[in-house]
Structure formats: C-alpha cells, structure tokens
C-alpha cells in the first residue's frame, strides 16, 4: 500500500489492531480508508505462530497428535481427524468401522460445535447480543459429549492413528440422540430471532460479495464457496472415514454475500444432526482400533489427505523418511487461505462490514498462524 | 399490502423479542454458581495427574518402567530409581512431573502398563509460584488441595 | 535445553536410513513410546550382523509410474522438461525442472481444469544437492481428481512465482519465503509474513533448531534475554 502522508486529507490508514474485539483472534488488518469507505486491506498475522510444522519434525507420529488440536481450536476434532487420517494414508492402513462411525458422529457434533461459536460470535460483532449466549449453551451440550467421551472438551484428542483409543461410554448413543433432539428447535430459534431480523438483513445482505471464480481463484473453500453457488464439499467429492453411507444434502445458495454465509452454515447445523441420526442408528460392532504396530513408522513416502473442516479444506502433507519421527509435517489450513480473500471482498464497502466480513469468512488465528 | 403492515409493526423484531422473552422463565437459568456449587466433571476427564497406591499394602504402583516419560510430547517426566537388591525389582525414588507445561493429553496415562499414573478430575491446580507447579512425588500421589469455599 | 537430550534426540543424528538394519533397534526403543527390554537383547547380535553386510543405499519412495491420458499429454507436451510421473499411494504427482513448473501449471489449469491451486509448501533436504523441495498441490472441480507437482531447487535458487497463474498462491509463497527462505520471483510482495519483519533466519530448515530463536530480535524488541 503506497504511503499516506499527512497532508494527504483524502486516504486514512487505520490500524484495527491485534487487539480488537472484533477481529476473532489476533488479527491485524490496516484499513486504507477515505473517510467510512475502504480502499485497500492489508492483514498482518502471525500473532499467535506457534510453530507446530517445526514442532511435528521433533515428536513422533503419536506425540504429534495432541497438537494437532491447538491450531484449530475451536474445532479440535477435525484437526485430529484429518491427522491421523493422513498418517494411516502413509501406513496403508484403514480405521475399522465401528471407530470411522464413532468418528462420523465426534466430527459432525464438532461441526456443530464449531458453527455454533461461529454464529454466536459472528452475531456479536454485528451487535446481536442475544444468540451469543444461546448458542454457547447449545455449544455446552456438545461439550459434554466430548468430555464424556475423551475427557477433555475443546482439545479433545479424541482419535488415535488407526482407530479410536477409547471406547464409547454408556450412554453415548442416548446422548447423542438427546442431543439431535433438542438441537433441531434450537436452530429454528436461532432462526427466528435473526433470518428475518430486518437489522440482521440489511447489515449482511450485499456485504463481501466473492463470486464463484474468485473463489476458485482464491483457492477459497467451505462455505464460503457453497454460498457463492459451487455445489462441493469433499465429504461429497472424495469420501472419506466412511461418509459415502450417510445420506445428507450440500446446501448452496445464490449470491456469494455474508447473508448467504450465514443461511449456508445455518443449514449445515441441520445436515449435521441428519448424519449423526444416521450415523448413531448404526455404529456396527467391532474392533475400534486398525492394524497399527506399537511403533508407527511408515515407510519412505508422502501423502497429502484432506478432510471438510467446518471452515473449509483442511489438509495435511505428511512427508516420512523411514522414521518413527514425520520429516514434514505440513498442515494446509482453510482460514489462511480463506483470509487471503478479505481484500477483494472488502473493497467499496464500509468499516462496518469490515467487521462482518472478517466474521463470515470464520477465521480461527490458531489455524492461520499455526 | 400485509408486507408494509409487517414492516410498519416491527413484526420481524417481535418475533425475535418474544424468544428471548419466553428464556425469562427460571427454570432456563443456566449459571452454575461456581464455587458453591462445582461441576460435575466426567469420569474419563484429563485432569490432575495422580500416582496411585496400592491399596493392601500402601506402597506406590509405579514400577519405574519410564514408559510414560518417553510417552509425554513435552518431556515433562522424570523418574529416578533405584534397583532393590533383594527382589531384584526396581523401586521408584522420585518422581518429577512438570504440570506448567504439561497439555494433558493423557499419553502418559495411555502409557502407564499398571495404571499407576492417572488423569484425576481435579481441575483446580493453581499455585502462587511457578516452582509450584512442578509436582514432585507425594504431591502427585496426595493431589493438589484446593482451599475449600464455604458461604 | 533438557529437551533436546531427551529421547525426542533420535532426529539428532540423521544416518541415511540405509544403515536402517542395527541403529533403528537401539534407537527406536528410546525414541518410540513402548520400550520392552527385549530389543536391548536383539541389538547386540544384530549390531554384529550389520558389520558384516554392507550398507544398505537409502530408502526411497516406493512409486510406481503414473500413466494414463493426463501423464501421457503432460509428457507430450514438455518432454524432457518433466523427470517423471509417478503415483504413490494413489495420489498422481510429477516431478518437473524447476523452470518449467509454472508452465506446467499454466497448461493444466487451461487445458485440463485444475482450476485450484490447494497448497505451495516446501521440504528441506539438506543432504540433497538441490535442497529443496518446491510442492504445488493443484486440484481440478471438474474432474474431481488431485495432483502434485514437485521441483527440486538448490539453496538460492529463486523459482518462478505462481501468482500469476493462481491468485492462492500470493500467501502461501510468503510462507513458503518466511519459512524456507525460497524467494519467488516476481512475486509482488515477497515479505515475511508469520514472523516479524526483521527477523533473522528461516525457521522450517533443518539447520534451524527447534529451540533456536533469534535472540537478537527477542531481546531489542521484548527486553527479555531470551524466549527459553
């Protein structure tokens, strides 16, 4: 961005700090702006890099497993599952049904979990103070679920490289069935308190427009891509863990603006619930665990698997050279790459959508900046 | 005409307000009154690490096997042991654990063969120093205590 | 500093994993999480053994050629400018010379839609003559298939920047910058981009320890003597 000097009374550079209760994270955005209206972005990350690429070079296959969690964590079961899925890719080998069922159903009540905190704080930086304390106690239920199954609510370390380490606890399906129950009202509330609030409308309606090719040129994926109107999910395209059984929809919608986002994602929450109630009709019995030695060490190769994160296209490269230990670990995360489109989607709009935009594309700073 | 009549009225904004309204009701309060009242943590909860004792004869269950150091992605683990001439086992002396850098993970309790090491549902571990945190054999075998409120 | 004698040190001395046969026996015990005392009784012998035979070359990946219509057109059209085509695992990769990737990567998004560039990353040899491992990771919506194209670049070689082809790849290269060191050419805005400006160093390199951290930068812009 070309230097704006004082005398310049037409360009604003404003800085919406790392310290922002806005910016869902550490996030760092200069505004070029002329007076309310934006010109021009530029996002400064790296707050909150943790080097987890560096640390996978130094852990074995198995210690890398717990952090894998931290980089997304608002949604630490995908992570997990995109990890070990990746690392049975490199060692041929298959998780048994029963863990790819019981994983089907961590991963969407993840999903979930995930929107959730994504509406609520979405709606919050609109103003909408409301939803915000619902859904975490939606959110709540979910946890529990995950506490009671793993032991830990948000880095849950739930899956194991082969399988599943823990068996489901009693009363897991009943829970889970609770669960799909009392979710599917609570939807149609959140829908009623904003789908057709006329202050929910006219803020997010015609805000950070991404056409469809700008998403593909972009590389954006998740829902935000689904609302510009490409029908594509991965659970669709290139099945894994076993979703090619499960019956559910890919919601769509037309414009590619924030109130499609947000309809996409609302309707997401409900395919979520359609396959857990599939998925926990049927866990078939079995072993949890796959064929995976005491010591995992793959042999000399690399792989690249990709999992639908709630935010998009979650992959993993995992290069072995023999070793107990990953050589590279890369982790290809969605908001990284979803945040690179926040320029062109912010340009003619106001500083206030600027603030709805950063919320619909659902970045998480843990995955941007691992 | 109905359109203009919704849009006059505020209808859509009712409709989100009698939500909220119908929340009032006290039997949705949700607030847990901590600490009065604790929550009730799950059974399988990664909470503080625990040495457990066997419970005949009082003695440690740690067999100094070291399998949960070599288990811990951070390295937090130290055990020291000395080898018992007469039984020709090896007796645990001490027993360091780091909790200030520990992720609770539960690698460690994974890797335990005898189930002597245990993630305990006592979440409340804080400490005044930092030295505090590193917990050496009797406060892994004891817990941490946490002061009890009482209103 | 503890860390790095801990068992995690098995990455400390990389042998070329053709001497595979006895040191793996020693050190996959410490390094790995179950350490029964039987390889202890196994090394010895073995250790004994693999003076005898000769050392093993180096594993490699165990890939098969990759043929169907794509590879066949890739080869084609650019000859000898492609070193192989291969598959491993199922998934389709082709290794190129460095300067012909971006026109490999020109000619698949035109002429067979792979319209999404998913991922720029690199890999550190550092034994290797050409250090690294530049990996475009392209996907195609169309035919709903995924494909890797790998180059090997030296130390200080400056590939091609791919954002005129794709424009996902203005981020990614600057983290492939930040964290490798490959500046891409052309690029119009090569800075780092996780770590602070004046930061020293690259960190994802094998020479870079895991602990290391620019100390100099630590402690002129946080006044504490160092981040350990």
């Not at chain 1, 996978?56 to 070990?84: H, I, K, W």
């Not at chain 3, 990769?93 to 319209?115: G, H, N, Q, R, S």
Request: proline share 7%.
């Amino acid at each position: 961005m070309p230097d704006a000097t004082f005398l310049d009374s037409t360009e604003l550079v404003l800085n919406m700090g790392p310290q922002h209760p806005s910016t869902h994270g550490v996030l760092r955005v200069i505004l070029k702006l002329d007076g309310e209206k934006v010109l021009g972005t530029d996002c400064v990350i790296g707050y909150l890099h943790r080097g987890v690429e560096k640390i996978a070079e130094n852990r074995t296959f198995a210690q890398f497993n717990p952090y894998v969690d931290r980089m997304d964590y608002v949604a630490a079961v995908s992570n997990g599952l995109g990890y070990c899925l990746a690392v049975e890719k490199l060692l041929n080998v298959e998780a048994p049904p029963r863990a790819q069922a019981v994983r089907v159903i961590l991963t969407e009540l993840n999903r979930i979990a995930s929107h959730l905190v994504w509406l609520g704080t979405h709606a919050l930086d609109i103003g909408a103070i409301t939803p915000v304390f619902y859904c975490f106690r939606e959110r709540e239920e979910a946890l529990k679920i995950f506490e009671k199954y793993c032991g830990a609510r948000l880095t849950t370390h739930a899956f194991r490289i082969g399988g599943l380490l823990y068996e489901t606890y009693d009363g897991f399906e009943q829970d889970v069935r609770d669960f799909c129950a009392m979710f599917g009202p609570k939807v149609d509330e959140y829908e009623e308190l904003l789908t057709n609030n006329r202050i929910w409308v006219s803020r997010l309606k015609g805000v950070g427009i991404l056409s469809a090719e700008e998403c593909k040129e972009y590389g954006v994926t998740g829902p935000v891509l689904r609302a510009a109107g490409v029908k594509w999910d991965l659970r669709k395209a290139q099945p894994y863990s076993g979703y090619e059984k499960y019956d559910f929809e890919i919601p769509t919608a037309q414009n590619g603006d924030t109130y499609d986002r947000y309809i996409v994602r609302m309707q997401e929450m409900r395919q979520a619930v359609r396959i857990i109630e599939q998925a926990v009709a049927a866990i078939p019995e079995g072993p949890i665990m796959g064929k995976v030695g005491k010591v995992i060490k793959p042999a000399v190769g690399e792989a690249y698997v990709s999992i639908e994160a709630p935010k998009g296209e979650l992959g993993y490269y995992v290069v072995s050279d023999g070793s107990t230990q990953p050589y590279r670990c890369r982790v290809r995360p969605p908001s990284f790459v979803n945040l690179q489109a926040l320029d062109r989607m912010v340009r003619g709009g106001l500083v206030a959508d600027v603030v709805a935009i950063i919320g619909t594309i659902d970045i998480v700073l843990g995955e941007v900046d691992r | 005409m109905g359109k203009l009549l919704r849009k006059i009225f505020l209808v859509d904004l009712f409709q989100g307000l009698l939500v909220t309204f119908r929340y009032q009701q006290p039997k949705y309060i949700y607030t847990e009154r901590y600490p009065e009242q604790r929550p009730k943590v799950a059974e399988r909860y990664r909470g503080a690490p625990r040495l457990n004792i066997n419970p005949d004869n009082g003695e440690t269950l740690c067999i100094s096997c070291n399998l949960c150091a070599l288990a811990c992605p951070e390295a937090l683990i130290v055990v020291t042991s000395e080898r018992n001439e007469t039984t020709k086992r090896k007796e645990l002396t001490t027993f360091t654990y780091d909790t200030s850098r520990c992720m609770f993970c539960g690698l460690c309790e994974d890797a335990c063969p005898v189930d002597a090491l245990e993630l305990t549902q006592d979440f409340e571990m804080a400490t005044y120093t930092r030295e505090g945190q590193i917990w050496d054999r009797q406060m892994l075998e004891e817990g941490p205590k946490p002061t009890q409120y009482k209103c | 500093m503890a860390d790095e004698q801990k068992p995690e040190g098995s990455e400390a001395p990389p042998p070329p994993a053709g001497e595979g046969a006895a040191p793996p026996v020693k050190p996959a015990a410490p390094a790995a999480k179950p350490a029964p005392p039987k390889p202890a009784a196994a090394a010895p012998p073995k250790a004994a053994a693999a003076h005898a035979a000769p050392p093993k070359p180096p594993a490699t990946m165990a890939a098969i050629p990759w043929v169907s219509d794509l590879s066949r057109e890739i080869k084609e059209r650019f000859g000898d400018r492609i070193v192989e085509t291969s598959t491993y695992l199922g998934q389709n990769f082709i290794v190129v010379k460095p300067d012909a990737a971006i026109p490999v990567m020109e000619y698949l998004k035109l002429e067979a839609d792979f319209d999404y560039l998913v991922d720029v990353t690199a890999v550190d040899w550092p034994k290797r003559a050409e250090r690294f491992d530049v990996v475009y990771i392209l996907y195609s919506f169309a035919r709903n298939e995924r494909v890797r194209i790998k180059t090997y670049v030296p130390d200080g070689f400056k590939p091609e920047t791919a954002v005129g082809v794709h424009l996902t790849a203005n981020w990614l290269e600057r983290e492939v910058f930040d964290m490798f060191g490959i500046e891409f050419d052309g690029h119009p805005d090569m800075r780092r981009i996780l770590l602070p400006e004046e930061w020293q160093g690259y960190p994802l390199r094998k020479d870079y320890g895991i602990l290391q951290q620019d100390d100099r930068w630590v402690q002129e812009n946080l006044n504490i003597e160092s981040g350990q």
